[in-house]
């Protein structure tokens, strides 16, 4: 996968590595902390999930209602739980840069507002509410 973004001094190109992929229907789930060095994509395709995410302020819970996705980056300590009462569709996609680290996966988003806006907080997870761009690629 090649990500292209703009720097002052022209574009230049990210590419990144797949390293897993899967959609999952949970009735239920409850998982422990766990971290790797991968960066994350939860997307919830129907339902409802949480998200808990251990950032530098402490324990932060994203509640994620159907179309509403979370971006954590890599090494950050972060578990699911999706209750019985509000069963989920997720679909997950793990990934990592293959070049330099002078900017970070992060750093290459921001191409949106909404996204410089989280990068300028210096934020290590990103939340928010799909427009239609990221489903479609995430189900393809």
């Known amino acids: 996968m090649i990500f292209i973004t703009q720097k ?6 990210y590419r990144m590595k797949i390293e897993r ?8 789930y409850t998982m422990d902390f766990h971290t790797h060095s991968e960066w994350e994509i939860m997307y919830v395709a129907y339902g409802r999930a949480k998200i808990f995410c251990m950032e530098e302020a402490g324990e932060k819970i994203y509640e994620l209602r159907e179309g509403e996705y979370i971006l954590i980056e890599g090494n950050i300590p972060h578990k699911l739980t999706v209750e019985k009462e509000t069963p989920c569709r997720m679909l997950n996609l793990e990934g990592r840069e293959l070049r330099d680290k002078e900017v970070s996966f992060f ?9 410089r806006s989280f ?19 995430l189900v393809s």
Do not use: C, W
């Open 8 to 13: 002052e001094s022209g574009y230049e190109k």
């Open 119 to 137: 990068l300028e907080q210096e934020s290590s997870v990103i939340a928010g509410r799909d427009d239609g761009r990221l489903h479609e690629p």
């Open 107 to 115: 750093q290459s988003l921001t191409k949106e507002e909404g996204m």
């Open 21 to 28: 992929y899967y959609a999952v229907n949970y009735p239920f």
